[in-house]
């Protein structure tokens, strides 16, 4: 008696349906047929491959597109910019004050846009020439408290960070990830409060989940999907609260790169805890 193993095979029927036939033989002298109908599920794969493919194809071009289109606005902005310089040059004498302060306006207004131009530029490049490395973010939060050291002294603020561990990723992503979230914590506080961040990580079955707590003004309940988008401001009074709005936003989508998840969860006028994930590798 010859023995024959469990085998299977592609089947098409006259109606061009697709199917997978397997064959187990339970005996000499018997085999077990069963079969699986797969047409739905090889048209389900082929849709999904192709809407992946038109995603990273639209992904591309608006990328594309962003950096066109801010490099290119740049230019117009550089006119109003010295224009504005040859009017406080050269015929400030001749303003009055309402002249004064339109001319104000207009250098205030122009030096926004330059920041939300580079801003986009900034943000439509996250993601590209990514190099993955091993991160020590000891190391790297101990670089971003040397850099802010100026904001912390200035506040009497303190940055308490725990044993942190190395993870595979793109160094500067992790670095502008932490750095932004830090700052914002130390930003967003309260007159004379003492601004105090804690960050720290739990270890999870294939991610490492951390938090960056921060003791600040905080968030309410209907914004808190609305700071993640791009240049969703809260506080538009930039004499208490400067930003061009893209900070979250781009750890939104340093966080998505990295294949992870971030969210905050916060009391207004308590503090919030911004949460990430990122998987191991």
């Known amino acids: 008696m010859i023995e024959v193993g469990e085998f299977e095979f592609s089947y ?50 608006l990328e594309e597109f962003a950096y066109i289109a801010s490099h290119d606005l740049q230019q117009p902005l550089n006119t109003i910019n010295g224009f504005v310089g040859i009017f406080k040059s050269k015929y400030l004498d001749l303003l009055d004050e309402t002249g004064l302060k339109c001319l104000n306006y207009i250098e205030e207004a122009s030096n926004r846009l330059r920041n939300m131009i580079l801003g986009i530029l900034e943000h439509s490049r996250l993601g590209t020439n990514i190099v993955v490395t091993t991160v020590d973010l000891n190391e790297t939060l101990d670089d971003i408290v040397k850099d802010l050291q100026g904001i912390i002294t200035k506040k009497e ?9 190395k993870v595979e ?17 130390l930003k ?19 991610s490492y989940l951390f938090h960056i707590k921060d003791n600040g003004i905080g968030i309410q309940e209907e914004h808190k999907d609305k700071i993640f988008q791009v240049f969703q401001r809260l506080h538009t009074d930039e004499t208490i609260y400067k930003g061009s709005g893209l900070g979250l936003a781009n750890c939104q989508k340093i966080v998505q790169l990295c ?21 191991k590798k």
């Open 157 to 165: 603020g303190e940055v308490r960070i725990g044993n942190l561990p």
């Open 12 to 61: 098409k029927d006259h109606a061009m349906r697709s199917y997978i036939l397997k064959a187990t033989p339970l005996s000499s002298d018997h085999v077990m047929i069963t079969y699986e109908y797969i047409s739905e599920l090889k048209k389900v794969k082929s849709e999904l491959t192709q809407k992946n493919k038109d995603l990273k194809e639209k992904n591309s071009s």
């Open 188 to 206: 967003y506080q309260k007159d004379n409060n003492k601004p105090i961040i804690d960050i720290s990580f739990e270890e999870k079955e294939g």
């Open 259 to 279: 294949g992870g998840k971030l969210w905050v969860e916060s009391v207004y006028g308590e503090g919030s805890t911004f949460s990430f994930t990122l998987p």
């Open 169 to 185: 990723g793109c160094a500067i992503g992790l670095r502008l990830l932490f750095q932004n979230l830090i700052e914002n914590g």
